[in-house]
C-alpha cells in the first residue's frame, strides 16, 4: 500500500517522510488555506519534501480554466499530479492533460461510475471520498471495493487512492481491499503506530533489562 499524506502542513509532512513511510501528498483548497502560505510556493516546497506524487487542485470549473491552472501546476515540479473534480468539464480536461502527460487525481469522486469515467479519461488517480459517505449514512468503504473490480475487470491503470479518511480502520479496510494508496490526516498515521500492547511490553523488557544489568554490576 503506497501511504499518502492528505495535508499541507509541511512540518507533518516532514515528519512523515522523515519516518521512512510516505509516499506522497493530497491538498485540497481547504487543506491549503489553512496554511497561510502561497499556494504554488507551498506545492513546490511539499515536493521538494516528499519528493513522490503531490496533489494540488484547481479552482476553476471550466474546461478551459482547468486546463491552463494544469499545466501551470505541472510546471513547479515534476512531482506535481493535478486535482481536478469530477464534473463534465473535469472529464474533458483530464482527457486533455492525460494526454499531454500531465498526472491527474481525479478528486471529489463519490460513485463507482463516476470513477469510470476517471479511469476512462485516462486519470493516474482516482480519489473515492470514504469519510463524507459515511458522513451521510452510507458505508463510504463499499465503492472502493466496486471500484477496485471494475478497473480489474477492464485492465485500467488508474490507481485508487482511499480519500476523507477519518481514523485508522478505514486504512484496515482499504488494505484488506487492496486498495492502492490510502491518503489520511497526519493524526492518523500517527494512531497506526499505537498499541498499549507495545507500549507495556517495551517497559517490561527495558526494567528487565535495568534488573539484569544492576545483578551483573553487583556480581562484579
Ligand atoms: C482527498 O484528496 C481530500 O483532500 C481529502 O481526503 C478530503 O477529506 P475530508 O473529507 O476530511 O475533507
Given amino acids: 500500500m503506497e501511504i499518502f499524506l492528505d495535508t499541507a502542513n509541511i512540518e507533518e509532512i516532514r515528519k512523515g517522510v522523515d519516518w521512512g513511510i510516505v509516499d506522497g501528498v493530497t491538498t485540497n483548497p481547504t487543506l491549503v488555506s489553512k496554511e497561510n502560505a502561497i499556494f504554488e510556493?507551498?506545492?513546490?516546497?511539499?515536493?521538494e519534501v516528499v519528493q513522490?506524487?503531490?496533489?494540488?487542485?484547481?479552482v476553476s470549473t471550466k474546461y478551459e480554466g482547468m486546463v491552463?491552472?494544469?499545466e501551470a501546476l505541472a510546471k513547479l515540479?515534476?512531482?506535481?499530479?493535478v486535482k481536478?473534480?469530477?464534473i463534465p468539464d473535469g472529464i474533458k480536461a483530464i482527457k486533455t492533460l492525460s494526454k499531454k502527460?500531465?498526472?491527474?487525481?481525479?478528486?471529489?469522486?463519490?460513485s463507482p461510475?463516476?470513477?469510470?469515467?476517471?479511469?476512462?479519461?485516462?486519470?493516474?488517480?482516482?480519489?473515492?471520498?470514504?469519510?463524507?459517505?459515511?458522513?451521510?449514512?452510507?458505508?463510504?468503504?463499499?465503492i472502493v471495493g466496486e471500484i477496485m473490480e471494475i478497473f480489474d475487470n477492464y485492465g485500467y491503470n488508474t490507481k485508487v487512492i482511499v480519500a476523507s479518511v477519518r481514523h485508522p480502520q478505514h486504512v484496515l479496510?482499504?488494505?484488506?481491499?487492496?486498495?492502492?494508496?490510502?491518503?489520511?490526516?497526519?493524526?492518523?498515521?500517527?494512531?497506526?503506530?499505537?498499541?498499549?500492547m507495545t507500549d507495556i511490553g517495551l517497559e517490561r523488557f527495558l526494567q528487565d533489562w535495568k534488573k539484569y544489568q544492576d545483578y551483573m554490576a553487583n556480581k562484579k
Fill in 41 to 47: 510556493e507551498r506545492i513546490k516546497e511539499i515536493c
Fill in 52 to 58: 513522490g506524487p503531490v496533489s494540488a487542485e484547481v
Fill in 68 to 70: 491552463k491552472e494544469a
Fill in 77 to 81: 515540479s515534476e512531482f506535481v499530479v
Fill in 84 to 86: 481536478i473534480p469530477l
Fill in 101 to 110: 502527460g500531465i498526472q491527474t487525481n481525479a478528486t471529489l469522486v463519490f
Fill in 113 to 142: 461510475l463516476q470513477a469510470l469515467l476517471a479511469a476512462k479519461a485516462g486519470a493516474t488517480y482516482v480519489s473515492p471520498f470514504i469519510g463524507r459517505m459515511d458522513d451521510i449514512g452510507n458505508t463510504g468503504m463499499t
Fill in 173 to 196: 479496510e482499504a488494505g484488506l481491499i487492496g486498495a492502492h494508496v490510502v491518503t489520511m490526516p497526519f493524526d492518523v498515521l500517527e494512531k497506526m503506530f499505537k498499541h498499549p
